[in-house]
């Protein structure tokens, strides 16, 4: 060992970690995130969109809704994950598609009707997210700011009473999804929204 040691010269500086992905070897977290975010997030022409105007779980909702990342139950069969149906617990007419369950099935369907005319607009059938949202993006900013929090307070509400037709009671009314869309969206706009 004292011959393999013969060769190498000790210097009397500090020992210091070197970040070998900066050039000047200094670490930094913006570094470390363009890093992760390269390796393991997927590109693509999605743009995430964040309402300050409902609380966090409803936008991270959102941002799954629009990557198709809810655990619906054709994305947990994709996922080679056991269950007993595909079928959409609400109407159990269609398979449970992200799709389904927030445009196509006749319970959203009437529910995006019911808000239309709570909103005394046309809004157009929308068959996913994506072209929703980009109708949300054609309307006048002041108006979009109210409608905005508007379809995030549906799609939560469809979500959760999916969830709560999943793991709660399966005869659950139907009636409470609006009911819940208005109180939702009166708590979540008058306590966010700044005065104007």
């Given at each position: 060992?004292?011959?393999?040691?013969?060769?190498?010269?000790?210097?009397?500086?500090?020992?210091?970690?070197?970040?070998?992905?900066?050039?000047?070897?200094?670490?930094?977290?913006?570094?470390?995130?363009?890093?992760?975010?390269?390796?393991?997030?997927?590109?693509?022409?999605?743009?995430?969109?964040?309402c300050r105007n409902v609380p966090?779980?409803?936008?991270?909702?959102?941002?799954?809704?629009?990557?198709?990342?809810?655990?619906?139950?054709?994305?947990?069969?994709?996922?080679?994950?056991?269950?007993?149906?595909?079928?959409?617990?609400?109407?159990?007419?269609?398979?449970?598609?992200?799709?389904?369950?927030?445009?196509?099935?006749?319970?959203?369907?009437?529910?995006?009707?019911?808000?239309?005319?709570?909103?005394?607009?046309?809004?157009?059938?929308?068959?996913?997210?994506?072209?929703?949202?980009?109708w949300l993006e054609s309307i006048?900013?002041?108006?979009?700011?109210?409608?905005?929090?508007i379809v995030y307070a549906t799609?939560?509400?469809?979500?959760?009473?999916?969830?709560?037709?999943?793991?709660?009671?399966?005869?659950?009314?139907?009636?409470?999804?609006?009911?819940?869309?208005?109180?939702?969206?009166?708590?979540?706009?008058?306590?966010?929204?700044?005065?104007?």
């Open positions: 060992m004292l011959s393999m040691l013969m060769n190498v010269n000790f210097s009397d500086t500090e020992d210091k970690w070197k970040w070998e992905f900066e050039l000047d070897g200094l670490f930094s977290v913006c570094s470390a995130k363009k890093i992760i975010d390269s390796s393991l997030l997927t590109t693509g022409n999605i743009v995430t969109r964040w966090i779980k409803v936008n991270i909702s959102m941002w799954r809704l629009m990557w198709d990342r809810l655990p619906t139950r054709m994305n947990l069969a994709d996922k080679d994950i056991d269950i007993l149906s595909v079928q959409c617990p609400i109407c159990n007419n269609e398979f449970e598609s992200s799709d389904h369950i927030f445009f196509k099935c006749d319970t959203a369907v009437q529910l995006w009707r019911r808000v239309s005319r709570w909103c005394e607009l046309n809004m157009p059938a929308s068959d996913n997210i994506s072209s929703m949202l980009s006048d900013a002041h108006r979009r700011r109210i409608l905005e929090v799609v939560w509400c469809i979500w959760r009473f999916r969830n709560g037709v999943v793991f709660k009671d399966s005869n659950m009314k139907k009636s409470i999804i609006f009911e819940s869309i208005v109180i939702n969206f009166f708590q979540w706009f008058s306590s966010r929204c700044k005065k104007t």
